[in-house]
């Protein structure tokens, strides 16, 4: 075998292995994209979900107006944030605050026996479980797509690729306190 | 197979007495029945033994009377071994036959005390989970016959729950090769969910059992559960709304709690169906060889029964969240 023959497959050897790093690249980062989307579906069902329900605590639950009113808050801002990369640092942000606050809404229906019994409020809560369940779900499909995309945006030859791409290493959608981790069973506090 | 959870030393608990008041007093009936069984099983058994020794010694006689020829291809020698051996194999299945026709009696006379005990099961040795439902699983790759042994149905902590032991061959003729050969348990879950994910053990064979194109590999958080599974789903967010922390804690156990060689499950259509790869034949009844009244059989029996109920509260099925 010539020289020039064992440099051409060598050459042709290192092109295909940066193709395969860069085909590597856009597919962690559409994947990223497919699992914040996902995340954006799974929160979409708990807007539409959260007027009821605050409508329903709205008439009970004279002592938390400031609650009430800031998950009202909370649920219009993250409705006006835009879904893509430039705003998931904010969007990650709100929602956070927005999970907060329902887990504290949740606890103060402990002391509204009233608005416990209620059957709207149960089947609300019920399907509320459901979807803050499928939001863990999505969250940690997110949370493990943007770790390989990290990895990649952090080592070579992939990091090449990512920076003329415009990728930076990008933040987990994590919940503040340990505690939130745990998806909110609202039904528990109905029990 | 021993199930450790509450439910499981609960029945412990119950079983004994309801045993002596419900069971005992149905087996005397049995046992005048295995004399004759374990007669003929004797008696085919000794013609089986018979057959080995006479076919030795005509081709300890053959050798005798022709050195040279009898070993040739398609030699007498040749001849007499394939004959003495298909005349011991009939008179063994004859046996097996009347051993199993025995179990099947005690099971069928038996069985409904057995398991009203555990509600409104039912037992048969006919019906089988079907082919679709394994195929379409997607457990198991192909598969060109089906046998089926006990089949169960009924309903446990408000769950409709389905047992079948099966056994599936693959190839015909001399490549028969035996895939499974176990449990598939068929259970209804609380959540609802619209696409396919599955749970395969990772092993050297999984290079080959890839599943359909549109499945996806789901990589999880736990790094000792993908090490031993893999995960495959046509939907990455219903994957992890179903395989929740809890349920991978779980079911990283399953295997041990069920000696199994190879554990798999599938999600799809409301349903989990859990393929337990065991070997063993499981659920026997009415040993031709052993006393009716012998406390044993009973006691395993009840045993791997518990252990496949308690799927359901090792898996936390019955819960709305936190599966």
Not at chain 1, 134 to 148: D, K
């Amino acid at each position: 075998m010539s020289f020039e023959m064992i440099l051409l497959i060598i050459i042709v050897a290192a092109a295909a292995w940066l193709y395969v790093a860069y085909v590597q690249v856009v597919q962690k980062k559409n994947k990223v994209q497919e699992a914040f989307a996902s995340i954006d579906v799974q929160l979409k069902k708990r807007y539409d979900l959260l007027p009821n329900i605050l409508a329903m605590a709205n008439k009970f639950m004279e002592h938390e107006r400031s609650l009430i009113e800031d998950c009202t808050r909370l649920r219009t801002e993250a409705l006006n944030t835009k879904s893509d990369f430039s705003t998931i640092q904010e969007k990650i942000k709100i929602e956070s605050e927005l999970q907060s606050k329902m887990g504290q809404l949740m606890v103060s229906m402990e002391n509204y026996p009233q608005l416990k019994s209620q059957e709207t409020m149960v089947q609300a809560m019920q399907t509320f479980s459901e979807v803050e369940e499928h939001i863990a779900a999505a969250r940690r499909f997110y949370n493990a797509a943007i770790l390989e995309l990290n990895n990649a945006v952090e080592i070579y030859p992939s990091s090449i690729f990512a920076g003329q791409l415009g990728l930076s290493v990008l933040p987990y959608f994590e919940i503040t306190e340990e505690k939130e981790k745990a998806p909110v069973n609202a039904m528990e506090y109905f029990k | 197979m021993l199930a450790t959870t509450q439910e499981a030393q609960e029945y412990r608990k119950k079983f004994h007495q309801y045993y002596y008041d419900r069971i005992v007093g149905h087996l005397s009936a049995f046992e005048n029945a295995r004399k004759p069984a374990l007669s003929f099983y004797t008696f085919w058994l000794s013609l089986v033994a018979a057959t080995i020794v006479a076919t030795i010694a005509v081709l300890i006689h053959l050798n005798q009377i022709s050195p040279d020829t009898c070993w040739d291809n398609h030699g007498s020698g040749e001849a007499t071994m394939q004959l003495g051996a298909l005349i011991a194999a009939g008179f063994f299945l004859l046996a097996k036959k009347v051993a199993k026709d025995f179990e099947n009696k005690v099971k069928t006379g038996i069985i409904r005390s057995f398991l009203s005990f555990f509600g409104d099961f039912s037992w048969s040795c006919k019906d089988s989970i079907s082919r679709d439902d394994i195929l379409e699983s997607g457990l198991v790759g192909n598969f060109n016959e089906l046998k089926s042994d006990d089949y169960f149905e009924g309903t446990h902590r408000g769950l409709k729950v389905v047992i079948s032991e099966n056994k599936l061959i693959r190839g015909s003729g001399k490549n028969r090769s035996t895939i499974f050969e176990g449990l598939f348990i068929q259970l209804d879950i609380n959540k609802r969910f619209s696409g396919h994910t599955l749970i395969r053990e990772d092993n050297v064979l999984a290079v080959f059992e890839k599943p359909d194109r549109s499945m996806e590999d789901v990589q999880l958080e736990d790094v000792e559960f993908n090490k031993m599974f893999n995960v495959y789903a046509d939907d990455q967010t219903e994957a992890r709304f179903l395989i929740t922390a809890a349920f991978i804690e779980r079911f990283k156990n399953l295997r041990q709690v069920y000696s199994a060689r190879d554990i798999r499950a599938s999600f799809l259509n409301n349903s989990l169906i859990v393929a337990i790869n065991c070997k063993k034949d499981m659920f026997r009844l009415g040993n031709v060889r052993k006393p009716v009244a012998d406390t044993g059989q009973m006691q395993e029996l009840f045993e791997e029964f518990v252990a496949v109920l308690s799927l359901v509260e090792l898996l936390n099925l019955d819960s709305k969240t936190g599966l």
